[in-house]
């Protein structure tokens, strides 16, 4: 098993383009989250998602991104008309099911940089 | 709100010397708290929550509901253990974690 798969692992953009990152849960784990670092900061929370369904996208900003995580194929997140405020590390996360004792395993990231 | 605090941005100590990283959180439920660590080139991994009760790999952390505190101990560290270390707070149960800005741990040999 080959753990959560994120790619690309650097993604560079130019503002006003769009920005796709992927995901890809572990084997057997249909439960994925979706997080966002800030330079000097921690890890926070943007969106959960359960196959074809958003479950909780509190914490997505309300304009240009967006999240799936279709019935075949990664999840995926997107962020239309990037700003260099989007320059940060995504990392994604899965779990085998939603209760409080299943672990949380996390891809190495994708690092995007807005130009 | 739900927030985690972890004071230190850097902590270095000395190899065999014990290390405590701090961490408060802020939360009017039933905390659910975890340490996750970070090593060099690795993946962010789960080390330890305070429902198991467990240590892993010699740390261990006790909640401290008074204190609202949940600090992570090693009475001798090894150089291993240089990493980042975040602490985080789980609401709604495994959805959604809560994490503190993390602490770089450095083990000078």
């Known amino acids: 098993n080959a753990g959560v798969m994120q790619n690309p692992r650097h993604l560079v953009r130019r503002r006003g383009q769009e920005a796709r990152l992927r995901c890809s849960p572990m084997?057997?784990?249909?439960?994925v989250y979706w997080y966002r670092q800030l330079p000097e900061e921690g890890l926070k929370f943007m969106v959960y998602?359960?196959?074809?369904?958003?479950?909780?996208e509190s914490g997505m900003p309300k304009e240009r991104f967006s999240a799936e995580f279709p019935k075949e194929g990664p999840s995926i997140l997107r962020i239309q008309q990037v700003v260099r405020g989007d320059s940060a590390a995504y990392f994604c996360?899965?779990?085998?099911?939603?209760?409080?004792?299943?672990?949380?395993?996390f891809g190495s990231g994708t690092q995007l940089s807005v130009l | 709100a739900q927030r985690v605090t972890q004071p230190e941005k850097l902590l270095s100590v000395f190899k065999g010397a014990p290390v405590e990283l701090k961490c408060n959180y802020s939360?009017?439920?039933?905390?659910?708290l975890f340490w996750y660590v970070q090593y060099s080139r690795q993946r962010l991994q789960l080390l330890l929550r305070h429902i198991s009760r467990e240590s892993i790999k010699g740390f261990t952390a006790d909640l401290n509901k008074g204190e609202t505190s949940f600090h992570l101990k090693k009475p001798f560290a090894q150089e291993e253990d240089s990493a980042m270390y975040y602490c985080a707070l789980s609401i709604q149960g495994a959805q959604k974690l809560v994490f503190g800005q993390g602490t770089r741990l450095t083990i000078n040999p």
């Open positions: 996360a899965s779990s085998r099911g939603a209760a409080a004792n299943e672990k949380l395993f």
């Open positions: 998602l359960q196959k074809e369904n958003i479950i909780d």
């Open positions: 939360y009017s439920g039933s905390p659910e």
């Open positions: 084997k057997g784990h249909s439960h």
